[in-house]
């Protein structure tokens, strides 16, 4: 009886032993919840999201409709980091409704393209045709510097890196413009001449890039995509961490890949080489 009592007791403690030791080496996964705008980019952040998993993060997406409500919904807290505005439009929200939120790494640069059902090229353009533009402030301003360059309209000197309706000094083509928010500008393509839609609007809407009629081209640094996070949780090291492996995991190859085999390039990588995070590690 003794013994059988002993071989129990033995196995009870060996038990609770293993038992405790699973417990501990089991990890609790980090759950971070990631605003983006657009199908696109949820292909696009797969191979990070994949790779963070196995280090127990995991990337919950959170798709905003707009350009206006992800940095509004991350100064809440309701998300805690976002990946899917350009530097210059994030700079003016955050100046406009005095944000406490910035940038943490950047990520690609998605040109603007001017599209049509109507012409094949610039010169097809005659007085009273309709442009559709965004109408937020830095995409409105580089929707105008699209066309200055491809000769639909001249802007005044000086008129800087954000334009505005006031900066057009002349209109040769006579064309006139309708201006709506970035996200219902696809959608007149059946009514106007010609419209001025955002990388990820164009894809969600099935237009194909190539068929574009004039884009942007050089990816000035204040165009460039961006992570950003509240401000606050950059003096948590263990945060710093966190956001430091979320940005190097969407850094790869396998991410230009994407860029490449699945969007043909539309998108390009930039500012990877910049560390945004060193000051705060």
């Keep these: 009886m003794k013994k059988i009592t002993k071989a129990l007791i033995g196995a009870i403690l060996t038990a609770g032993i293993l038992g405790s030791f699973a417990s501990c080496s089991k990890k609790e996964s980090v759950v971070v919840k990631l605003g983006i ?61 005095n944000y406490h939120i910035q940038l943490i790494g950047n990520t690609l640069f998605s040109p603007l393209k001017l599209y049509s059902n109507k012409i094949k090229s610039i010169s097809e353009l005659k007085p009273g045709d309709v442009i559709a533009i965004p109408n937020e402030a830095t995409n409105e301003g580089r929707a105008l510097k699209l066309l200055d360059n491809a000769g639909v309209i001249k802007l005044k000197s000086g008129a800087g890196d954000n334009p505005t309706m006031d900066d057009i000094e002349s209109i040769p083509t006579g064309v006139k413009f309708t201006l709506l ?52 949780e950059l003096s948590n090291k263990k945060k710093v961490q966190l956001y430091d492996k979320i940005v190097k995991a969407f850094q790869t190859q396998e991410t230009i890949d994407v860029f490449n085999n699945q969007y043909g390039g539309f998108f390009s990588p930039v500012g990877w080489e910049i560390d945004e995070l060193a000051a705060y590690k």
Aim: a negative charge.
């Design 181 to 232: 928010a970035a996200n219902l500008v696809p959608s007149t393509l059946v009514d106007v001449t010609a419209a001025i839609i955002n990388g990820n609007y164009a894809l969600d809407f099935g237009i194909d890039p190539k068929t574009a009629v004039a884009s942007e081209t050089k990816p000035a640094t204040f165009y460039w995509n961006l992570i950003a996070a509240r401000s606050a």
């Design 37 to 97: 705008t657009g199908a696109a980019e949820e292909d696009i952040w797969q191979p990070a999201i994949a790779s963070l998993k196995k280090e127990g993060i995991d990337i919950q997406l959170v798709q905003f409709s707009d350009y206006v409500a992800p940095s509004r919904a991350l100064e809440d807290g309701d998300i805690e980091l976002h990946a899917c505005l350009s530097r210059v439009f994030f700079d003016s929200e955050v100046k406009s409704h």
